[in-house]
């Protein structure tokens, strides 16, 4: 996509092109001129005129203007999956975050370690348009002001260096509120990954912005099961959250005893293949024993990092892999598990040397 640069010029056919789809663009989304004039910085009057063809100013600015707004929804709705696997977690997860985001209210989503979680909250975003924001909350962000700042950023408001906590607040509750366009339009869904960092001030943060009528933003809060102990706890919060517990519409707790079925497994298994170069099946033993990887600690990441290990140590031994039972295992010690065959001969030292007894004779 030809990126939009502050000295292009937008022609009259070009111009007309990104009224156009812009007025589709507010008819879909019930946007007035006045919202989505407050979403691209003018004013209404200015829109207005640009849309008649009567604006006297700088018009290529506002052309420039609606251009990269544009551009920013098609990128979003359009970015590639990538290696994303379709997998019954990853189900179960989308349901939580578009009921969040109808609704719209508080969805909570906590899964094992490794299950899939960011890979489906990342694909969703990707495919939702500019109005989902994914945020990895972390020590940078587990702060009422931390949060806030990247939760500013995420929306495109400026914040200065000297902003205070009250000033960022009401930039973004206003970003939101033109966004939101009095319901006119839907609001912004955040999806919060590793939501156990933050801290109460930044949890509460996030319910006032949810409960407040003029922006309304649906949120979706997802980590491990120290979330949902995190939520319970009174020792940090007098009350253990219980307001915002009572706002989640919308919930996915995966129990600690449900296994990751072989056909995620196998499916999860052939897209790291494929982007690996190899397009063959691999065989029936081997692929079960993925799938007892999987029903561990560490869940569908276990099968990602023994595939790319075997893939990683075959080429450093000049071998082709075959990711056969004998190379999974070999590779244990790599990804910090334990050989299963402890005895077996290295497959990666014999396919080397029987390539070196080809080339020489």
């Not at 009921?99 to 094992?112: S, V």
């Not at 890979?119 to 975003?125: I, K, P, W």
């Not at 001030?201 to 120290?226: E, P, Q, S």
């Not at 023994?306 to 450093?316: G, K, N, P, S, Y």
């Amino acid at each position: 996509m030809e990126a939009i640069t502050e000295d292009r010029v937008f022609d009259k056919r070009d111009a007309g092109e990104l009224l156009r789809q812009a007025s589709e663009i507010q008819a879909a989304d019930k946007l007035s001129d006045n919202d989505l004039a407050k979403i691209l910085g003018i004013s209404r009057a200015m829109y207005s005129q640009v849309k008649a063809g009567k604006y006297t100013g700088d018009v290529q600015a506002a052309y420039r203007r609606i251009a990269h707004w544009l551009q920013d929804r098609t990128m979003k709705a359009e970015a590639p999956v990538g290696d994303y696997v379709d997998t019954r977690v990853g189900r179960y997860i989308s349901a939580v975050c578009r009921r969040a985001w109808q609704m719209p209210t508080i969805g909570l989503i906590i899964t094992r370690s490794g299950a899939g979680k960011t890979a489906s909250l990342t694909n969703f975003v990707r495919r939702a348009g500019d109005r989902a924001v994914y945020l990895s909350a972390g020590e940078a962000a587990s702060t009422k002001t931390g949060m806030l700042r990247e939760l500013a950023d995420a929306l495109g408001v400026h914040v200065a260096h000297s902003a205070t906590s009250l000033m960022v607040y009401r930039d973004v509750r206003q970003k939101l509120a033109d966004r939101y366009a009095g319901g006119k339009a839907r609001p912004v869904l955040l999806i919060i990954d590793e939501a156990t960092t933050l801290q109460p001030a930044a949890l509460n943060m996030l319910r006032n912005l949810h409960d407040d009528g003029r922006c309304r933003l649906a949120i979706v809060l997802a980590d491990t099961w120290r979330l949902h102990a995190e939520l319970r706890n009174t020792r940090r919060l007098p009350g253990g959250y219980e307001q915002l517990r009572s706002r989640s519409g919308a919930q996915y707790i995966m129990q600690s005893d449900q296994e990751v079925s072989a056909a995620d497994v196998k499916a999860v298994a052939d897209s790291i293949l494929k982007s690996l170069g190899h397009n063959r099946e691999l065989s029936k033993a081997s692929y079960k024993y993925l799938t007892a990887l999987a029903e561990r600690d560490g869940c569908l990441r276990n099968v990602v990092h023994r595939i790319h290990a075997v893939h990683d140590l075959a080429e450093a031994s000049g071998a082709a892999p075959t990711y056969r039972v004998a190379e999974l295992d070999i590779v244990a010690p790599l990804v910090g598990h334990a050989c299963q065959i402890p005895d077996a001969d290295n497959p990666f030292e014999n396919a080397a040397n029987a390539e070196r007894g080809r080339r020489v004779g």
